[in-house]
């Protein structure tokens, strides 16, 4: 039998629940599919006093982290003003846990604690978009990536949201199967694991501010207009400027082309309909704008490194289910929804 994992979840003030609930909700699904206690958690905070949500839910922890005992991994719970956290007594616990090579974890801005505490340095770290800037100014000696989320040997880290479910079913898949990870895919209505090294896609408001108008209203031309993409004389003359006011608005706030920009959006979605969808090569090629497929290829295989043929087969390939689980997950729920009222009670 699977020895279980014991995972601790250090919560802080304005933790963001659905970043809690996106970690913790595959672990669970992995026990119920498995029929085996693979991992077991509890909710921690410094002092074991309960600390509230970003949405003011009251949060009742189960232990402090100085009597929580054992623990295999431990991830960080960060949210709104995480900066206000820190001390020293986490400092020394954090530091404490790395010197016996416990797994450190982050979700949302909770790497700004492993950061504070010196846990991640040689490691590639992550962070929600938000405190990115901030994050760099006050630990630029780290390496920190713009990606949905970094597993760097012990160190896990991700940006908020619903991203750590992504980051958890990659854990799973690692740790356990494939089979698992694309079962408890499956029972969360989830299309598919985003990839680690995926971007965070930053909205163009917060690289720009509100100052910037023009551009942002380019932009938002561009994105409408992926299929059929407009001259980049049409889209001045739309926002009432010049081409050349055009290129030193992208050039200076965006550093890039206006022409660059509109490919990695027109690629960007591109990408999206190969992973997500079953559209042939040629079809996808023709919705982003590309007048033919060879063109469309050397764009995607210059800009991501693999023509769309092999990125297709190298991320669908691994997630398939067999035929007998699939067949058997198929039978357990619908036996199960017969007399089962509640969500995802089914177990393979």
Same mark, same amino acid.
């Given at each position: 039998?699977?020895? =279980?994992?014991?995972?601790?979840?250090?919560?802080?003030?304005?933790?963001?629940?659905?970043?809690?609930?996106?970690?913790?909700?595959?672990?669970?699904?992995?026990?119920?599919?498995?029929?085996?206690?693979?991992?077991?958690?509890?909710?921690? !905070?410094?002092?074991?006093?309960?600390?509230?949500?970003?949405? /003011?839910?009251?949060? =009742? #922890? +189960?232990?402090?982290?100085?009597?929580?005992? /054992?623990?295999?991994?431990?991830?960080?719970?960060?949210?709104?003003?995480?900066?206000?956290?820190?001390?020293? %007594?986490? &400092?020394?616990? $954090?530091?404490?846990?790395?010197? @016996?090579?416990?797994?450190?974890?982050?979700?949302?801005?909770?790497?700004?604690?492993?950061? +504070?505490?010196?846990?991640?340095?040689? *490691?590639?770290?992550?962070?929600?978009?938000?405190?990115?800037?901030?994050?760099?100014?006050?630990?630029?000696?780290?390496? !920190?990536? %713009?990606?949905?989320?970094?597993?760097?040997?012990?160190?896990?880290?991700?940006?908020?949201? =619903?991203?750590?479910?992504?980051?958890? $079913?990659?854990?799973?898949?690692?740790?356990?199967?494939?089979?698992?990870? =694309?079962?408890?895919?499956?029972?969360?209505?989830?299309?598919?694991?985003?990839?680690?090294?995926?971007?965070?896609?930053?909205?163009?408001?917060?690289?720009?501010?509100?100052?910037? #108008?023009?551009?942002?209203?380019?932009?938002?031309?561009?994105?409408?207009?992926?299929?059929? #993409?407009?001259?980049?004389?049409?889209?001045?003359? *739309?926002?009432?400027?010049?081409?050349?006011?055009?290129?030193?608005?992208?050039? &200076?706030?965006?550093?890039?082309?206006?022409?660059? *920009?509109?490919? %990695?959006?027109?690629?960007?979605?591109?990408?999206?309909?190969?992973?997500?969808?079953?559209?042939?090569?040629?079809?996808?090629? !023709?919705?982003?704008?590309?007048?033919?497929?060879?063109?469309?290829?050397?764009?995607?295989?210059? %800009?991501?490194?693999?023509?769309? @043929? +092999?990125?297709?087969?190298?991320?669908?390939? #691994?997630?398939?289910? !067999?035929?007998?689980?699939?067949?058997?997950?198929?039978?357990?729920?619908?036996?199960?929804?017969?007399?089962?009222?509640?969500?995802?009670?089914?177990?393979?």
């Amino acid at each position: 039998m699977t020895q =279980t994992q014991r995972v601790g979840f250090l919560l802080v003030d304005n933790f963001t629940m659905i970043s809690l609930a996106s970690a913790i909700e595959p672990l669970r699904m992995a026990n119920q599919l498995s029929g085996q206690p693979l991992y077991e958690w509890v909710m921690l !905070t410094e002092t074991g006093a309960p600390v509230r949500a970003s949405d /003011h839910i009251l949060v =009742t #922890p +189960d232990h402090s982290i100085q009597d929580c005992g /054992h623990l295999d991994m431990m991830i960080l719970c960060g949210g709104v003003g995480v900066v206000n956290a820190r001390s020293r %007594n986490l &400092r020394v616990w $954090l530091q404490t846990l790395a010197r @016996r090579r416990i797994k450190l974890g982050a979700v949302c801005t909770g790497s700004y604690l492993l950061a +504070d505490a010196g846990v991640l340095a040689g *490691y590639r770290c992550t962070l929600h978009w938000e405190y990115m800037a901030s994050f760099k100014e006050a630990f630029p000696q780290l390496e !920190t990536s %713009n990606a949905l989320y970094c597993v760097d040997r012990d160190r896990l880290t991700c940006s908020g949201g =619903t991203v750590p479910m992504d980051m958890m $079913l990659h854990l799973i898949e690692k740790e356990h199967s494939s089979a698992l990870s =694309t079962a408890i895919c499956d029972m969360f209505l989830c299309e598919r694991i985003r990839e680690g090294q995926e971007e965070q896609r930053v909205p163009l408001r917060h690289i720009v501010g509100t100052a910037q #108008p023009k551009l942002a209203e380019v932009v938002a031309l561009m994105e409408a207009n992926l299929e059929e #993409p407009i001259t980049l004389d049409e889209l001045a003359s *739309y926002v009432d400027l010049s081409r050349r006011q055009v290129e030193r608005l992208f050039q &200076r706030h965006v550093q890039c082309s206006p022409s660059r *920009y509109y490919l %990695n959006l027109r690629l960007g979605r591109a990408r999206q309909l190969l992973r997500q969808t079953s559209f042939s090569i040629i079809d996808i090629a !023709t919705a982003c704008g590309f007048v033919s497929t060879p063109h469309f290829s050397k764009c995607y295989r210059e %800009n991501f490194g693999v023509p769309p @043929r +092999d990125d297709r087969c190298s991320r669908s390939a #691994p997630k398939s289910l !067999t035929p007998e689980i699939s067949d058997l997950l198929k039978h357990i729920q619908l036996e199960s929804a017969k007399g089962e009222p509640t969500f995802a009670s089914v177990t393979l």
